[in-house]
């Protein structure tokens, strides 16, 4: 029996207000499969039942609205201000997170239909999840931009975002460990010029990726 061809894994990582999931959007324009860790999160703590309850039990009633949505505002509030309760929280909320993330790998290299499937995670140094990809892309921007662009989008004020940026791992790090770099400084434009490079390259390379030392 002829073996097909095994369809490349790829994460596209930054930090907080870096640019990534920009970036994952052309790759999706461009025919590759997005599955959003941020997204899959959202779906764990508003329809999990056993991490609904964890987290109230852990962080009280209190932060979820009536309707059953997690007050993410409040939960940040309280997490991001103590290192303890962000691992607390993260215990909860990542085995699931990456349960349905490898179901959702699976599902999309089934189908064969993309030419490869793209993970978009902030947090994929920080949970040791790099050695399950083929290749790796960071999204690099200044601090300057990020802060600028956490504030017009999540409307926090420069003190909690630097202080949830402190509890990642430095975005210079991450550049190290990368396969390709994207930065992104600039327009929209020279965002995307610079994304289809790399995807281009993504497509034809052959070389091994890096691993993180």
Excluded: C
């Excluded at 490349?8 to 499969?33: E, H, P, Y």
């Excluded at 190290?176 to 965002?191: F, M, R, S, Y």
């Excluded at 390379?205 to 030392?213: I, T």
């Amino acid at each position: 029996m002829r073996q097909t061809k095994q369809i490349k894994l790829i994460g596209v990582t930054g930090g907080m207000g870096s640019g990534q999931s920009t970036v994952a959007d052309f790759f999706r324009k461009w025919g590759a499969k997005i599955i959003s860790a941020d997204k899959i999160a959202h779906q764990v703590v508003n329809k999990n039942a056993e991490v609904r309850n964890d987290i109230k039990r852990l962080f009280g009633k209190k932060v979820y609205h009536r309707n059953g949505r997690l007050n993410r505002k409040l939960l940040g509030s309280i997490v991001f201000a103590d290192e303890s309760k962000v691992e607390k929280l993260n215990q909860i909320v990542h085995p699931r997170m990456v349960e349905q993330i490898v179901n959702e790998i699976e599902s999309a290299r089934d189908t064969r239909k993309f030419p490869f499937v793209v993970i978009d995670a902030a947090l994929i140094f920080e949970i040791q999840l790099e050695n399950i990809f083929d290749e790796i892309v960071v999204v690099s921007s200044k601090i300057s931009n990020r802060v600028n662009r956490v504030k017009e989008r999540d409307g926090l004020e420069e003190h909690e975002i630097q202080n949830r940026i402190r509890k990642q791992i430095p975005l210079e790090e991450k550049v190290k460990w990368a396969d390709h770099v994207i930065h992104n400084n600039g327009t929209l434009e020279q965002l995307e010029t610079r994304t289809r490079k790399i995807y281009d390259k993504i497509l034809g390379q052959k070389k091994p990726p890096k691993k993180r030392r």
